[in-house]
């Protein structure tokens, strides 16, 4: 039996060597380590992040207050540039009134020789045919009376396009005008709010104070409103000023363009009447060669119509001659060299007697042609007879113009001074 000293008794609970003891024991000072560091962690976060917001709220007061600063600025700037626009349009406001007044007026007086150059177109229309044309002369008469009339209609029309812009101007000057009290009491209010800081009494928390108001818009919008205002009222100023130069410049045109479209009127009367005196002469001549063509033509039909009696009785000898031959018996009757020859020269009289005939038909065709357009000359030189007296009277008649309130004072000529007149030949004759 064994001797014990002492008696031991363990508790009933599991133990740990030595190794797990010294391994516990490190974790716990691991972890004990590691709650002092996100501890201090924390701790200099926290004061980093009031340091931060605190740095952060500072320059976000400061770059609002410039931010204000800069919108206010500007504001001031296109106020600026918007009130010298409106200024102008109030300076061509006026301008245009006045141009519209002096317009007006010259509308007033532009009667002009209108029944003249009416009488004088109705006259030329009594031409008969071929005559009624399109001429130069016609032309040019009908554009000394458009000139007129145009003149009239365009005036009219200007005066018309400038009272509607001068509305389109007082709209435009409207715009503005409330355009720069916008900006104005926008101004106010952003003054206002710069003024404002944390330690103003009127400042509290806002129920949803980030929302986008209504009717709202961004400040790429409002920027390209802004300089549509201003573009809007650059064309209208700019047009303005067209409209302006274009009343003064109808005006000025109205005074000088009836006289030098009279001279290229009467100009182009005169060149008519030599194209017409020299057509008439050419279509005598034609109407004699015409003549003497017509006699060749009924001879060459009178030719080619014996030709073709002669050609009948050589057609009537070869089918005679294929016909005999026909009677031959037995095996006579064969197709031989001559047989094929005779209907040869039987296929080629027929040929021929067809374009004998073609021909003839087409030279009696050509000879009513020459005869009817030999009518037909005959007719126009009547018409260019008439139309060159015509012409000669219209010429006549627009001497009228040269005198009374709208041309020249001159005396009646007599048929010297006319051709004189008409040939240019003042300067070349001597003076008495």
Request: with cysteine; aromatic share 4%.
């Amino acid at each position: 039996m064994a001797f014990h000293s002492v008696v031991t008794m363990e508790k009933p609970l599991q133990h740990i060597s030595l190794t797990d003891w010294y391994a516990r024991v490190n974790l716990m000072r691991n972890v004990a380590d590691a709650r002092r560091s996100d501890a201090f962690a924390i701790r200099h976060g926290s004061r980093s992040l009031r340091n931060e917001t605190r740095i952060e709220s500072a320059w976000a007061n400061y770059e609002t207050n410039e931010a204000l600063t800069d919108r206010i600025s500007e504001l001031n700037r296109w106020r600026d540039i918007i009130a010298k626009t409106f200024e102008r349009i109030e300076r061509e406001i006026v301008m245009l009134q006045d141009e519209k007044n002096a317009t007006e007026r010259e509308l007033e007086a532009l009667a002009g020789p209108i029944s003249v150059i009416a009488e004088c177109l109705t006259m030329r229309d009594g031409r008969l045919g071929s005559e009624i044309t399109y001429d130069e002369a016609d032309t040019e008469i009908k554009n000394e009376l458009a000139i007129l009339e145009n003149n009239q209609r365009l005036l009219s029309d200007r005066c018309q396009k400038a009272w509607e812009k001068l509305a389109r101007l007082e709209e435009v000057r409207f715009k503005i005008g409330l355009e720069i009290e916008n900006k104005v009491e926008a101004v106010e209010l952003d003054n206002s709010q710069l003024a404002l800081d944390r330690n103003s009494a009127n400042i509290s928390f806002k129920p949803d104070a980030t929302r986008n108001p209504k009717n709202s818009c961004s400040y790429e919008t409002w920027l390209e409103t802004v300089k549509n205002v201003k573009l809007l009222a650059e064309n209208e100023l700019a047009d303005t000023y067209a409209i302006r130069e274009a009343l003064f410049v109808c005006r000025e045109k109205a005074r000088n363009m009836l006289q030098s479209q009279q001279e290229r009127a009467e100009h182009t009367i005169r060149k008519r009447i030599f194209e017409t005196q020299r057509a008439r002469n050419e279509l005598e001549w034609q109407q004699l060669k015409m003549k003497e063509e017509m006699e060749k033509a009924m001879c060459e039909i009178r030719t080619s119509e014996q030709a073709l009696r002669d050609k009948v009785d050589a057609l009537k000898l070869a089918e005679t001659r294929l016909e005999n031959r026909a009677q031959r018996s037995g095996m006579e009757l064969c197709m031989d060299q001559a047989h094929d020859m005779l209907c040869l020269e039987v296929e080629k009289l027929r040929e021929i007697r067809r374009r004998l005939q073609a021909k003839i038909d087409d030279s009696k065709m050509n000879f009513n042609l020459l005869q009817e357009h030999g009518k037909r000359i005959d007719v126009d030189l009547e018409n260019k007879q008439h139309s060159l007296m015509t012409d000669i009277r219209a010429l006549d008649l627009r001497m009228r113009l040269k005198g009374g309130e709208f041309g020249l004072k001159t005396s009646n000529p007599n048929q010297t001074d006319r051709n004189i007149t008409l040939t240019r030949m003042e300067n070349e004759i001597p003076k008495d």
